[in-house]
């Protein structure tokens, strides 16, 4: 057989008699074989679509989280704290905290208790990292109980002051080196006690009163607050303020102003970012349902035009930005666009937002505002049990804004107690169609394979019979010249 050199691998002396080239094959399996290239740029769009849809859910997915940000109370109750030291003490306040002004000072800050050694004379010519050379058992007790620890000739003072921290979580005290002195202080600030057994090796480490140890009582936090004087264990203060925590990080000299108001901006850019998210998903569906100018020859129209989903969000989402919402009666407020959320005049699909409009209503009533965007209602309700007797059940309903904006994308990106969201159906759909068509590709292929063979053989045998005939055509040719006069 002759060397084969066609990409397809024919043989490239095929057609040497018959005229018919491995060329001419190829252009005949290329014809046929226009279903499978149908088939692969159907299957492109599929795959355009199925991307374009998750690109979707994705978009949706961001947009919901800033729906649900606007259903939570600190979108619109956090707080803005002004201090004038904030060297001296932090404020932090959740949602619920009044909007208030204080007037403070720190006068001083809770210590921890603490044992602070004499000098250890076997640590002497040593680091605190090589053994010590003493033996024997350690007890002490803190606020959370008590603990012995033994210790071995080959321990060092670090190996110890590790021991002792072994036990912190169940003693309330904790070891450290300072200034090659062993120092056990308690782990909660404030006057606590700490107990030490006069054992020999207390001794030797010099924790007693004969060998040097030293005991300081830790001390409370006192700090003044509107002219009341405060005195706790901690620097960090929870039951002072009610929904207010207190650090104090230093004592102050002149009295530190504190001022506790609405923080208009958070609640501004809340608002914000939910519209501009809705803009950004509006957009992009609009780019996938553009049918672009079919009069156009290379026009070139959005992946998902046409999709019946699709056009169903973008209607019903465009719908609920503008429409009127039920508040359960806990809102002045009817209309978005009372806060400075309305469609743009030249096209309907795009919102656009009124920061001032919206700064306004809120400075005049926040409550409205939020209950506006959400209101959960709680009611209670006579049902029947499993056992058929009567109980009160306590049922919460939504109303406000972003109830039926939340809800219309939790029907098309989330899968719900069985219940398949628009994106799974989609998906699932996407999925069986492109698996269907590669099937139908396998089978074309090996259809087209067998045809290829077919036309091989066939123009095969055909170059054998005619070269057999020319061999027979020459022989007889010169058979008759031999019998021809000369």
């Known amino acids: 057989m002759a060397n084969v050199t066609s990409t397809t691998g024919i043989s490239s002396t095929l057609g040497s008699y018959s005229g018919i080239t491995s060329q001419d094959i190829d252009k005949l399996i290329e014809a046929e074989s226009l279903p499978i290239v149908k088939l692969n740029n159907q299957k492109s769009k599929i795959n355009e679509q199925q991307n374009a849809w998750k690109d979707i859910k994705l978009r949706l997915s961001t947009m919901l989280a800033k ?27 959740d949602a619920k905290a009044m909007n208030e002004n204080y007037t403070l000072t720190v006068d001083q800050l809770a210590t921890s208790s603490r044992m602070t050694s004499g000098k250890i004379a076997d640590l002497e010519g040593k680091t605190v990292y090589e053994k010590l050379g003493v033996a024997g058992e350690l007890t002490f007790e803190g606020t959370k109980g008590k603990a012995t620890i033994n210790v071995d000739n080959s321990d060092s003072l670090k190996e110890i002051t590790n021991k002792i921290n072994e036990t912190s979580k169940d003693t309330g005290v904790k070891a450290a080196i300072i200034d090659n002195r062993l120092v056990i202080s308690s782990v909660e600030t404030g006057q606590k006690e700490i107990k030490i057994e006069a054992t020999a090796l207390a001794g030797t480490l010099g924790l007693t009163e004969e060998t040097g140890g030293k005991f300081d009582e830790g001390k409370k936090a006192q700090f003044t607050i509107d002219g009341m004087k405060v005195e706790r264990d901690s620097n960090t203060i929870t039951d002072v303020i009610e929904n207010v925590k207190i650090q104090l990080k230093a004592p102050s000299k002149d009295p530190i102003h504190i001022e506790m108001t609405q923080d208009i901006d958070h609640a501004v850019k809340s608002a914000q970012e939910f519209v501009e998210q809705y803009n950004n998903v509006m957009d992009f569906i609009n780019e996938k349902l553009d049918v672009g100018d079919p009069s156009k020859k290379d026009n070139k129209a959005g992946a998902l035009v046409g999709d019946s989903s699709l056009i169903r969000l973008q209607t019903q989402l465009r719908e609920m930005m503008t429409d009127n919402v039920d508040s359960g009666g806990k809102s002045g407020i009817k209309n978005p666009s009372e806060l400075g959320i309305s469609s743009k005049k030249e096209s309907r699909s795009t919102i656009v937002f009124d920061e001032e409009k919206f700064r306004k209503a809120f400075e005049k009533n926040p409550e409205d505002v939020q209950a506006f965007f959400h209101q959960a209602i709680e009611t209670k309700e006579t049902v029947v049990n499993e056992a058929g007797e009567s109980e009160i059940e306590k049922v919460t309903t939504n109303f406000g804004y972003t109830k039926g904006i939340k809800e219309l994308m939790n029907s098309f990106i989330t899968d719900d107690k069985g219940k398949k969201s628009v994106y799974t159906t989609k998906s699932d759909s996407f999925s069986a169609s492109v698996k269907n068509i590669e099937s139908r590709i396998e089978k074309f292929t090996a259809q087209i394979d067998k045809k290829r063979d077919y036309y091989v053989r066939t123009f095969t045998r055909l170059d054998n019979v005619m070269m057999k005939a020319e061999e027979q055509m020459a022989y007889l040719q010169s058979q008759m010249a031999a019998f021809m006069p000369q």
């Open 67 to 93: 729906v649900e940000n606007l259903q939570k109370p600190e979108a619109f109750n956090t707080k803005k704290i002004s201090n004038s030291n904030d060297k001296s003490v932090v404020f932090t306040a």
